[in-house]
């Protein structure tokens, strides 16, 4: 009985190792690729394969400008809410992340961690540093799809 269950166990893990890499093929092929230009910079950012990423992604290419918010984020106006189907109530953002914080309808690009907080939703993140957007003050920027 013993070696059946893990002869079974053998034939399911190979069998769902056989199913994963196509999985994460296609999940690779549906991933967003954009770039935020500021000045003569560019810097690259993968969006989520969410609603929200998705959403976000369709509103492009998108020229806004950024402001402080506390030090710990650049915030500007999209002008509307993304859509959140599926999203968290509430998410914690980790420096580099893209989000919508869906109260004031603005985009959050975080340049350090923050506490979890209700009405954020996560749309992407950077691929590389950020420091680009440090600078004080506003900035302007242009999103668009990357080639």
Known sequence: M?????AFSALIGLTLAGLAGPAMAQNEDKMI???????TETLTATLDDTAA????????PLEITLDDYHG???VGDLGRQIDN???????????GD???YRPWSNLAIFL????SSAGLVRIGEFDGPIDALS?????????????
């Open 85 to 95: 189907a599926g999203a968290p109530r509430a998410y914690e953002p980790k420096a």
């Open 112 to 115: 350090k961690p923050f506490q």
């Open 53 to 60: 990423g998705r959403d976000f992604a369709s509103m492009l």
């Open 98 to 100: 893209i989000t919508q």
């Open 2 to 6: 013993h070696r059946t269950g893990t």
């Open 72 to 74: 710990i984020e650049k």
């Open 33 to 39: 690729k954009i770039d935020v230009t500021i000045g």
């Open 135 to 147: 600078r004080a003050g506003e900035i302007p920027v242009r999103i668009t799809l990357a080639d």
